[in-house]
Nanobody
Framework: QVQVLESGGGLVQAGGSLRISCTASGRTFSIVAMGWYRQAPGKQRELVAVITSGANTNYTDSVKGRFTISRGNTKNTVYLQMNNLKPEDTAVYYC???????????WGQGTQVTVSS
């Protein structure tokens, strides 16, 4: 089993910055990528950014140039630095630890990010 825990959400004004963190623990040897997803009220969950074990990154278009995903000292800790936040970034942000298919990935419980206008 893998446990995924996010932290660092909160309330910030538009134009501000916030960093959220995610740590995976347990049987983490099979993790090949970690990603951040978000879900706003009434909308589907969407991928925000992902980083692979080889440090390759990918971002959804709406956050390119504003958000940066990075790893900590181990591959099991990832950060999402969010700059120039906009009200439309308001959502619950979820961290996911991915394993090679057909193994299932693991989700965290989510952390709320609210951007006020």
């Amino acid at each position: 089993q893998v446990q995924v825990l996010e932290s660092g959400g909160g309330l910030v004004q538009a134009g501000g910055s916030l960093r959220i963190s995610c740590t995976a623990s347990g049987r983490t040897f099979s993790i090949v990528a970690m990603g951040w997803y978000r879900q706003a009220p009434g909308k589907q969950r969407e991928l925000v950014a992902v980083i692979t074990s080889g440090a390759n990154t990918n971002y959804t278009d709406s956050v390119k140039g504003r958000f940066t995903i990075s790893r900590g000292n181990t591959k099991n800790t990832v950060y999402l630095q969010m700059n120039n936040l906009k009200p439309e970034d308001t959502a619950v942000y979820y961290c996911r630890a991915d394993r090679p298919p057909p193994m299932a990935g693991y989700w965290g419980q989510g952390t709320q990010v609210t951007v006020s206008s």
